[in-house]
């Protein structure tokens, strides 16, 4: 009993589980259904395929396992089957089965797609979750049988009509509904209107039962059209069905080329077109030649592409350019002139300077740049020209229209500082003119009455396209080149237009020039003119020198382009040609076969280390010439190459943190990162790293060299509180910063060192800089800050803090006379010998009290002992260099003849006598210098060695000349 009402509630479980899955089956697979409409011809074999006017749909993600087909009849014809290679779902007639279309015209039926079937085991019984989650979807499918024998026995002609139209053109009459018959019964003696019931279908039947499309077909929208019309007599009604295929319509065009291609950095390149195929319709053409352009587009990177993003200084520093060249345009620092200039503060390029064309300028201060420039220079820029299009008139037929403004905007400007307005020599922009404007100085050799060349107008597209263009102006009077994005402009006879200019006269109202960027100083009016509209970057002089075409072709090289391998392996009559900056190539040839061949092998390079990131937008443009003439259309392709984010890499900075100095190390100047290593890594060339440390044997060792990989550009060492420049500063190594072609800045905040180079070379720079302190005792310890960085700051390295801590000597204090210099005291204490001498260093951790009472002792002990020692060695040196002779109180009572009487007084004697003055207040001795010299010369004489001992110095003092002495 307790058994079967245990079944009992476990069926009742099971039951509630199912109806409970079946539920939510129904709320999460409830979706709007779909009627697919087909067509099969009656006489089609086993295994036809029935056309559907829509695609069946297939999920792969919801992993579909099977399809059932549900339909009333006992005999179904048709099953579905799924590929699978493509996952294409099908609606096929079975084995066994043939059409009749006088038995049966179409048939209605569902399909339903099912998951995977899942099972829950409780207690050895399975319940199956069949149907229930199971299920996907569920469409309704309606096939129309086409009649393809005509019947004795119809009352129409056709009951069932079939066409096939070709996609994207308009048919006045697709198919005529002709219900004239021989054996036509009386049932419809006349036809009065024909009507298509279908719903939303771009037909329509005329009166005379022609069938025309009102738009032109989309193969892609829908493959075919199952439409029932109405035919009437005016007083009965009779359907019919009439079955349109749209056929695709071949267009020419590219197959394989992926609408999106993925680059990573650490690729270096990449195919674009591995898998390309071009259709050309066969029959459509007799083809004579084919064309085809890749064209890669990367304006918007940049300054037109993506170019290495290190400083004007690194980059003319890597292009092997004069290291003369003045940058007119610098970072904006603390006391730079561009610093209230707007700009791009992004790290991806050069500081980019943007000027308003109203008010936006900036004055070169003479102090800081010569402005003279002489008969040969090169001025170089980049240059984005924002001009403005304005309605004027026109001039021939007074109608108004679209142009440019007209205005001049000065780049670069030298003109008179007051008086007058005129220009010495200025690089401007007007009417999508370049010009450069250069006046002759008055001097020795100069004609003043004769005329020469002294301005150029280039016509060039480029001014005005609102686009970055690099331009360098080479002067080398009378002769002037000009170079657009590295390319030398081809000069002809009328481009550019060249005019002559007198020199300059000297005038007593002028006195002095101004040198303006983005405008032009009217020294007259006193004010600022002709303001430029656009963005600078890199503007820059060189004087008494032009710049080579190696030079400014290597400034302008794009880092990005497009690339053909295997050229040398074209076919007779092929050829493939490129721009400049290879970011178009177009390869041409006879064949499809041999230019979609040489098309696989297209190439996206970047050679940049780290690329910028984004989209680069790639087309490829085909002309299909035939031997009539005419051109077959070709459809264009359009993609995008997605450059991936680069792995950053991890500089780090790594050396002593505490590095203990003596005081006379520092007053030399101590080394601050002695032991400094500089390294580079991704995370990918770390694991590269330990995975060849782990493969090595023990006591090997191998390092992935990144060294030449990466480059820094500046490292800053920075010191606070500032430093105190009367008695403390930094010094570098001058001559390798020059063989470097490193820029050094210093100030009392640190120093900072820039220009691109490699990891090896800061090390050794940095290594050699040292920290020089003239009054070291008053010193206890100095912190320095280092940091460095990448790519104009777009990576950046940890901070090393390392902190110097001074040593100090103790000195002895005592209460010596004043006439005892007591600097000079330290200097002969350094210089004199002796067993007891003994340097106190100062560290953070001692030992124990103990130890330190025993050094405390030691240093007075010895301090006393070198004390004596200094001032017997003192008044020894002063008694040798001065005799003083002693008056006695007492000379009336007792009278010497002394003529001939020669005394040498004894130093301790002389001591005593002194001690007495002094307690009169009167000084006795030598003067303050006398004393200095005395110990200089002692000092002389101990450190050479040659000083005799105090003892045998007081007994040669101590003699008597009594070789004269009388009584």
């Known amino acids: 009993m307790i058994a079967k009402d245990f079944s009992s509630r476990k069926a009742l479980a099971l039951s509630s589980i199912q109806i409970l899955l079946f539920l939510l089956a129904s709320s999460v697979f409830s979706y709007e259904r779909r009627i697919y409409h087909g067509i099969i011809r009656e006489d089609a074999p086993p295994g036809t395929e029935v056309k559907l006017d829509l695609q069946l749909e297939s999920d792969k993600q919801r992993d579909v396992c099977s399809y059932a087909v549900f339909s009333s009849l006992q005999n179904f014809p048709f099953r579905v089957v799924q590929d699978e290679k493509t996952d294409a779902v099908r609606i096929i007639l079975g084995e066994r089965f043939q059409l009749d279309y006088e038995k049966k015209k179409d048939y209605d039926f569902e399909i339903e797609a099912h998951a995977c079937s899942q099972s829950i085991d409780y207690e050895r019984e399975s319940v199956h979750l069949f149907n229930l989650v199971a299920l996907i979807f569920r469409e309704s499918v309606h096939v129309d049988v086409i009649d393809v024998y005509d019947s004795v026995a119809s009352e129409w002609k056709q009951r069932s009509y079939y066409a096939e139209v070709a996609e994207g053109k308009s048919y006045e009459k697709i198919i005529c509904l ?55 007599d005016c007083s009965h009604n009779r359907s019919l069905v009439v079955n349109i295929e749209v056929k695709a319509l071949c267009k020419a065009g590219w197959t ?38 890749a064209i890669l587009t990367t304006g918007h990177i940049g300054k037109g592409c993506d170019r290495d993003t290190y400083s004007l200084q690194s980059q003319r520093k890597l292009c092997g350019a004069s290291a003369e060249t003045t940058d007119l345009l610098p970072n904006p620092s603390g006391s730079g002139w561009t610093k209230n200039l707007p700009t791009d503060d992004g790290q991806e390029s050069d500081r980019i300077f943007a000027f308003d064309g109203k008010s936006t300028s900036v004055e070169i201060p003479r102090d800081r740049v010569d402005p003279r420039l ?209 970011t178009s190539i177009t390869i041409s040839g006879v064949t499809v076969d041999s230019v979609q061949r040489l098309l696989r092998r297209l190439t996206y390079v970047n050679s940049r280390t780290f690329p910028t990131p984004g989209h680069r937008p790639f087309a490829l443009e085909t002309r299909a010439t035939c031997s009539d003439g005419k051109s077959l259309p070709v459809e264009d392709i359009k993609a995008l190459i997605m450059v991936l984010e680069p792995e950053k890499p991890t500089i780090t900075l ?40 782990d493969k090595d044997p023990p006591g090997s060792s191998k390092v992935i060299d990144s060294g030449d990989r990466y480059l820094l550009d500046s490292c800053l060492i920075r010191v606070n509180p500032p430093l105190n420049l009367d008695v403390e500063h930094i010094r570098y190594p001058e001559n390798l910063l020059h063989q470097l072609r490193m820029e050094v800045d210093v100030s009392e905040e640190g120093l900072v060192i820039s220009g691109a180079d490699k990891l090896v070379n800061y090390a050794e720079v ?69 067993p007891m001498r003994s340097v106190i260093v100062n560290r953070k951790n001692t030992d124990t009290q103990t130890v330190t009472g025993i050094v405390i002792m030691c240093v007075v002990c010895a301090g006393f002992v070198v004390l004596l020692v200094i001032l017997g060695v003192a008044r020894i040196r002063s008694t040798q260099r001065h005799i003083h002779d002693v008056s006695v109180e007492e000379k009336q009572e007792m009278e010497w003849d002394n003529s001939a009487l020669t005394i040498t007084v004894n130093p301790m004697d002389q001591e005593v006598l002194c001690d007495d003055v002094y307690d009169h207040g009167t000084r006795c001795g030598d003067s303050e210098s006398e004393d200095e010299g005395s110990v200089h010369d002692n000092e002389a004489e101990t450190s050479d060695g040659e000083a005799e001992g105090p003892e045998k110095a007081k007994s040669k003092e101590l003699e008597w000349d009594d070789s004269t002495l009388s009584f």
């Open 374 to 582: 002489g008969n040969k220079f090169t001025i170089s820029t980049w240059m984005k020209h924002e001009d403005e299009i304005m309605e004027m008139k026109l001039e021939h037929d007074g109608r108004t229209g679209k142009g440019h403004s007209g205005n001049k905007g000065h780049i670069l400007c030298h003109s008179d500082g007051e008086g007058m307005n005129r220009q010495h020599y200025s690089l401007h922009v007007h009417n999508c003119r370049l010009v450069l404007l250069v006046r002759r100085s008055p001097g020795t050799g100069v004609d003043m009455e004769s005329l020469e060349p002294g301005e150029w107008r280039w016509r060039l597209p480029e001014v005005c396209d609102k686009k970055w263009h690099h331009y360098v102006v080479a002067v080398d009077l009378p002769a002037v080149e000009l170079y657009v994005d590295g390319r030398k402009f081809v000069e002809n006879e009328h481009n550019p237009e060249i005019l002559t200019h007198g020199p300059l006269h000297a005038s007593k109202h002028v006195h002095s020039s101004k040198l303006v960027v983005g405008a032009c100083w009217m020294g007259g009016k006193g004010h600022m003119g002709h303001y430029f509209h656009g963005y600078l970057a890199g503007l820059s002089i060189l004087r008494n020198e032009t710049e080579t075409d190696d030079v400014i072709r290597c400034l302008n090289n794009c880092q990005e382009k497009l690339n053909v391998p295997g050229i040398d392996d074209m076919e007779n009559g092929m050829t493939v040609s490129m721009n400049t900056e290879m």
């Open 766 to 834: 940095i290594q050699d800089v040292r920290y020089v302190n003239t009054r070291p005792e008053d010193l206890n310890s100095r912190t320095f800050v280092l940091s460095c960085t990448e790519l104009n700051g777009r990576f950046i390295s940890n901070e090393l803090e390392v902190t110097i801590e001074v040593s100090h000597v103790q000195h002895a204090r005592t209460n010596a006379p004043d006439s005892v210099n007591l600097n000079k005291i330290h200097e002969i204490q350094e210089a004199i010998p002796h």
């Open 654 to 693: 790594d050396a002593a943190r505490v590095v203990e100095k003596e005081e006379h190390s520092l007053v030399r100047g101590g080394k601050i990162f002695h032991n400094l290593t500089i390294s580079a890594f991704t995370r990918t060339e770390a694991g590269e790293q330990a995975y060849v440390d």
């Open 178 to 232: 002709n219900f004239a018959d021989d054996k036509a019964d009386d049932f419809f003696e006349e036809v009065c209107s024909y009507r298509i019931l279908t719903p939303d279908v771009p037909f329509e039947v005329d009166a005379e039962g022609f069938v025309r499309n009102t738009e032109p077909l989309d193969y892609n929208r829908k493959h075919s059209y199952s439409l029932e019309v109405a035919v009437s």
């Open 256 to 293: 394989g080329v992926p609408d999106r291609v993925e680059f990573s950095p650490r690729e270096g390149w990449k195919e674009v077109a591995a898998n390309a195929e071009l259709d050309l319709c066969a029959g459509s053409c007799n083809l004579t030649r084919v064309a085809v352009t």
